[in-house]
């Protein structure tokens, strides 16, 4: 234990999602060594994100104003939703540059264990958005992106039901296999499995 405002500052940092107790103590260490005029802008940078960031009315995504930039763009193709866990995932597909439909994040995935249900997740945000299209343009295909995992499957598993009496609305998943430059030899079952049930025809 240090004293004063360094062992509040530890405290503080070593709440934050994949930092320990020693992780925080190197943070705050490295700053306390550091430039004045560094922390005075790291500072800023959290009181612009506390008081300048919002999530979008619309797929809850970060933004600066209402809607996101996303969600604003004019040229995104309505007709396809993208469904994902978090902020993060959406630039993790734009980086790809294959999807030019919009978003909806959950802001999570069902995890009873940890008390994360239905209603701790943006589900009914997502129905009501299917619902009620007041733009005049119809749905007609929501890809289902959540992580490839058991609360992932759970999750993907209940939007299909949720979904299903959707008239009109093509589900689909977002493949999963090998990674590429891999060996068959290191693949666990479930990769290899998805793999194998995900082939394309090439001839």
């Known amino acids: 234990m240090y004293e004063g405002p360094i062992q509040v500052l530890i405290d503080q940092l070593a709440k934050l999602p994949g930092l320990g107790p ?3 103590q190197r943070i705050a260490f490295a700053l306390l060594a550091g430039d004045k005029a560094e922390i005075d802008r790291l500072v800023s940078a959290l009181g612009e994100v506390r008081d300048n960031v919002n999530f979008c009315a619309e797929c809850g995504n970060v933004a600066a104003d209402r809607l996101c930039r996303i969600c604003s763009d004019a040229r995104r193709d309505a007709t396809k939703i993208c469904v994902v866990e978090e902020p993060r995932d959406i630039y993790a597909i734009e980086r790809t540059r294959e999807f030019d ?7 999570g995935a069902l995890d009873p264990l940890s008390g994360i249900g239905p209603d701790q997740l943006r589900i009914r945000e997502l129905l009501q958005r299917l619902a009620n299209q007041a733009d005049g343009v119809d749905v007609t295909e929501v890809i289902i992106a959540t992580d490839p995992n058991t609360e992932g499957e759970a999750t993907a598993t209940y939007l299909l039901r949720m979904l299903a009496d959707f008239p009109g609305l093509s589900l689909t998943r977002l493949a999963s296999g090998l990674p590429m430059g891999s060996d068959l030899e290191f693949a666990d079952e479930l990769t290899l499995g998805r793999a194998l049930s995900g082939r394309r025809i090439l001839a």
């Open 22 to 24: 020693k992780g925080a």
């Open 101 to 107: 439909g919009r978003y909806h994040v959950l802001g």
